[in-house]
């Protein structure tokens, strides 16, 4: 996009020199005019230059010629100039634009992974807390199950010792 961007304003550049050497052209052509206009006054010079100054009238219509092409020539490049201008700050407004658009989204999506990183450690402290419960709660049952089998065990030695009791007597 930039190098676009360059070969246009290369591009503007070439034209705002031709336009300037046209301009100087346009000059010289105005200054021998004025140089034609001082000899046509003199009767004198032209009797003796006469075949001279068709000659140059006839240069002089060509150059005219030639500034009237170039005018509409510069009138052409003038516009394109400005649809060239146009679309590079078109352009450039929808580079902008873009990166605008890139940095708001970066920066939501910021956003969003942070919400989610808080997220995910809640969750994570509270699979931990769960685990922690969760073992705690093992452990009391596994330990109401060994004391419930002692029991049971204890309760089965008191039974056979009244049921040896009871035969003795």
Known sequence: MEADISE???ELQ???SLWRRIQLECQQLHKELLKIKEYKNMQEIQIKHQSS??????QL???NTELLLFAESQEHQEEELKKIRNHVYR???SHCSEQERMKTEISDLTEELHHKEITIATIMEKASLLERQLKMELETKH?????QQLLKFRYQVI???NTHLKEMV
């Open 143 to 147: 330990k109401l199950l060994t004391e």
């Open 91 to 93: 352009e450039e407004q």
């Open 14 to 16: 070439s034209r705002d």
């Open 61 to 63: 219509e060509n150059k």
């Open 8 to 10: 246009m304003r290369n």
């Open 53 to 58: 100054c068709v000659q140059l009238t006839e």
């Open 159 to 161: 039974k056979s010792e």
